[in-house]
């Protein structure tokens, strides 16, 4: 199976599992989407060098690998590519911070703090988009985020974009097949040819998009969507599963967990 392939495979998983009844599954969309952007912000509100305070929000990731039933071999699988580039961020942080540092008494690069706990950030904030995804649908994510009143435009064209990227990986796909077939025994594309190929994939995306566009009117499309998930109501399980998290978040924020835990051994 080729790299366009397995992603368009990838993309099928995805919506299979999150379209499975389960309990994580059945979570009303918006309190999903509420918790995630509140984890994420408190990620990020951590000083650049309170490591442990941080490690404190591990919790949140091993909580939806065991709720959601999500395979830890899977969620690393398919983020091996954006994870690297995430921690690639910090990682001139020691050249830049030499300051030392003592914690718990080994005595460190101030830099190498910052670097570790810069990476850690975009770690949890992948994980929690990525739970976000496994286990909602993009309509009832798109329909959260208009409960929260994303703007309207704003939200169309993600839930398009996601909907139709199958699409454009299938033309890829075709372009590239036919290109092996004119050339070979030859490698990939060869950098001559990247003009004229992205110039054709352009071309044909277009006339798909005036074909999705207009078979989209003829269905009484007039600039708004019933969203999946507009049925569904708010249960009181919803609420106790938003205020159980949301004070958890809380408290992970407020009180270093890991350090608390670390004085009693």
């Known amino acids: 199976m080729g790299k366009i392939d397995n992603a368009i495979h990838e993309i099928h998983k995805l919506d299979n599992m999150s379209d499975q009844d389960q309990w994580m599954n059945n979570i009303h969309p918006l309190v999903k989407l509420v918790l995630t ?7 990020v509100s951590f000083n650049k060098y309170d490591i442990m305070g941080l490690l404190g929000m591990t919790v ?24 690297p580039l995430v921690c690639f961020i910090g990682i001139f942080n020691p050249l830049f911070d030499k300051t030392l540092v003592t914690l718990y008494g080994i005595t460190v690069r101030a830099g190498v703090l ?3 706990t810069l990476m850690l950030k975009g770690v949890f904030s992948v994980l929690a988009s990525y739970f976000l995804i496994a286990t909602t ?55 001559k040819a990247w003009g004229s190929l992205t110039g054709q994939l352009l071309l044909r995306s277009m006339d798909r998009a005036t074909t999705v566009y207009e078979s989209m009117t003829l269905r009484g499309y007039n600039g708004n ?13 919803d609420a106790i599963y938003l205020v159980v998290f949301g004070a958890l978040f809380v408290f992970l924020r407020i009180c270093p967990i890991m350090v608390v835990v670390g004085g009693m051994f």
């Open 37 to 43: 952007i509140g984890y994420i912000a408190l990620v």
């Open 60 to 83: 949140y990731p091993v909580s939806m690998f065991i709720l959601g039933d999500i395979s830890v071999k899977d969620t690393f699988s398919r983020l091996k590519v954006v994870l």
């Open 114 to 116: 910052s670097m570790l």
């Open 137 to 191: 649908s993009i309509e009832k994510i798109c329909y959260a985020m208009r409960l929260i009143h994303v703007p309207k435009t704003l939200v169309t064209q993600i839930m398009l974009t996601y909907r139709y990227i199958v699409l454009l990986l299938n033309e890829v796909s075709r372009l590239t097949a036919a290109y092996s077939l004119r050339a070979p025994g030859q490698n990939g594309v060869h950098f």
């Open 225 to 237: 969507f019933t969203y999946i998930g507009e049925k569904d109501k708010f249960k009181s399980g």
